[in-house]
């Protein structure tokens, strides 16, 4: 079967770093991708990553290794805007766009 | 540009009955087209996904259905609606290749 594995909920300080991590078990891979949802909004998409290593997008990051089926978002310099569900997805071979069941990110003052 | 649209915005219907959810996207051809359920507080389950016209691929047995009459229209519908329908139904895109999805703005259904 198909599943993706993510935290249910991380907690950070405002200006500090948090790693969101995300493994994956698919019928095929065809990339990881990063959603952010607020809350009663749609989801929005933050970083893509086809090939292993780290993607850099201002201060998201996010990274994959394929051979370990795991990969991380990396948020740097944590704004109260921040707090909100982050979804990972892998694309399988059939166009298939799964996501995982979110992790929810509160920032504190 | 691209831009995506979905309604109604937000409805409350009773258990039986019928329901219609309509998704068209601007600016582009040939989408990939898909809809997802997103419970309270979960995560986002693909319902169906569409690479062209009339091609409905269904990923959840359920009493929905989906059709995509023209390139770039995508309709979720129920004959008969359950309580468990209840839900964030999200409509999306994806162009050919491409691995971004863009979603509509989400229609909120409470079933009652």
């Known amino acids: 079967g198909q599943s993706l594995e993510q935290p249910s909920e991380v907690t950070a300080v405002e200006g500090a770093i948090v790693q969101i991590n995300c493994t994956y078990q698919t019928s095929g891979f065809y990339g990881l991708s990063w959603y952010q949802q607020h809350d009663g909004g749609a989801p929005t998409f933050l970083s893509y990553?086809?090939?292993?290593g780290l993607e850099e997008t201002g201060r998201f990051s996010s990274f994959l290794s394929r051979s370990d089926s795991y990969g991380y978002l990396l948020l740097q310099e944590l704004q109260m805007k921040d707090s909100a569900s982050y979804f990972c997805?892998?694309?399988?071979?059939?166009?298939?766009?799964?996501f995982g069941s979110g992790t929810r990110l509160l920032v504190r003052p | 540009s691209q831009t995506i649209h979905q309604w109604p915005a937000t409805l409350v219907q009773p258990v039986g009955s019928p329901l219609s959810l309509e998704c068209t996207v601007e600016g582009t051809s040939n989408p990939n087209l898909y809809w997802y359920r997103q419970a309270a507080g979960r995560g986002l389950q693909l319902l169906f996904y569409s690479v062209g016209i009339g091609q409905i691929s269904s990923e959840v047995p359920q009493n929905l259905s989906a059709s995509r009459p023209q390139d770039r229209q995508f309709i979720l519908s129920s004959k008969k609606l359950l309580l468990s329908d209840s839900g964030f139904y999200l409509c999306?895109?994806?162009?050919?290749?491409?691995?971004?999805?863009?979603f509509g703005a989400g229609s909120r259904l409470t079933v009652l």
């Open positions: 997805a892998v694309r399988d071979s059939s166009y298939k766009l799964i």
């Open positions: 990553n086809g090939l292993d």
């Open positions: 999306a895109w994806v162009s050919g290749g491409a691995n971004v999805l863009t």
